[in-house]
């Protein structure tokens, strides 16, 4: 199951998993229709394509957040549910970006499916630029924000940033920023850094993330630090000079990005993400729907880094 090209959920993108202490399986991603938030939980992976999905937040009419709401990430912190997003007031491009900020629901229900989810606003990071793909991690007790951003004054779509949080809504101190696209596999299309997940082992802080325009040049690149390094401290992170996941012809899995990481029921490490299985989108890829969810098997090589092998292969 987990070693194929099949898509585990058809035209899901960006796709999360989140497995929880209570032995479900909890998943979200982008809706073709960009229009809410649709939850669905299983005890298997494999469950989760058959689960029922339910929409546990629509959007509003009007209003800052009320168009395109995109990579949604469910997350357990410090005792509630959240669920972290991005959303525009508009479809209105300006200065060749959309107008996206990072956004938060909550609810304190043990099943979230169940919740009387809350609207907690905006996160504000202390610069009004375009942002989205919010991740949060905890580290040696501290609760970590990361995210995809705007830089003043620097060429492209968005770079990575990281703060600690004072609050599950509420960073505190300054951004920092880990990595920036300038590699010519990181500026293929579109000059992006995006979609960061978190991974650890062998002593390391992994963060992989997106780079490129969202067609067959998107790929997955990495950056990491030691456990005990300091992470707010770009100096900390070593970024590779190739990208670690990327296109795949021969068995058409084109654009693999996107991704978050959970574990097997064995507790394996598994990478989740979207591909396309073609590459002639007629229009503006952002509305083809056949960005897929796919899952496979992480293994870690002799060194310790995590070896994603290609998309549709073991």
């Given at each position: 199951m987990l070693n194929t090209n099949q898509p585990l959920i058809p035209q899901r993108a960006d796709p999360f998993i989140h497995k929880h202490s209570d032995g479900y399986y909890y998943f979200t991603a982008s809706v073709p229709a960009y229009d809410g938030i649709e939850l669905r939980r299983s005890t298997t992976l494999e469950g989760l394509a058959e689960a029922q999905s339910l929409m546990v937040w629509k959007k509003p009419d009007s209003g800052a957040y009320s168009e395109l709401?995109?990579?949604p990430e469910i997350h357990f912190n410090q005792g509630a549910w959240y669920v972290y997003f991005a959303a525009a007031p508009s479809r209105e491009i300006k200065d060749e970006l959309f107008q996206h900020r990072m956004y938060a629901i909550k609810t304190e229900a043990a099943n979230p499916l169940q919740g009387d989810w809350q609207f907690c606003g905006q996160i504000d990071t202390g610069m009004d630029t375009f942002c989205l793909d919010a991740t949060t991690f905890t580290h040696k007790g501290a609760l970590y924000y990361l995210w995809a951003q705007k830089g003043p004054g620097i060429r492209g779509n968005s770079n990575l940033y990281i703060a600690e949080m004072d609050t599950p809504t509420r960073i505190k101190g300054q951004p920092v920023m880990l990595?920036?696209?300038e590699?010519?596999?990181?500026i293929r299309g579109f000059w992006v850094n995006e979609?960061?997940?978190?991974i650890?082992?062998?002593g390391r802080v992994f963060i992989s993330y997106s780079a490129s325009a969202t067609d067959e040049n998107y790929c997955l690149g990495l950056l990491w630090?030691?456990?005990n390094a300091d992470l707010l401290d770009p100096a900390s992170w070593t970024k590779s000079d190739q990208p670690v996941f990327q296109t795949h012809s021969e068995l058409k899995m084109?654009?693999?990005g996107h991704n978050s990481f959970t574990q097997g029921e064995n507790g394996e490490d598994i990478l989740v993400y979207h591909a396309r299985q073609y590459t002639q989108i007629e229009?503006?890829?952002l509305w083809n729907p056949d960005r897929h969810t796919f899952i496979k098997t992480i293994e870690w090589d002799k060194d310790g880094m995590p070896d994603f092998g290609r998309p549709g292969q073991p």
């Open positions: 709401i995109w990579a990595t920036k696209p590699l010519d596999w990181e979609g960061p997940a978190v650890k082992g062998h630090a030691d456990e084109f654009g693999p229009g503006d890829p």
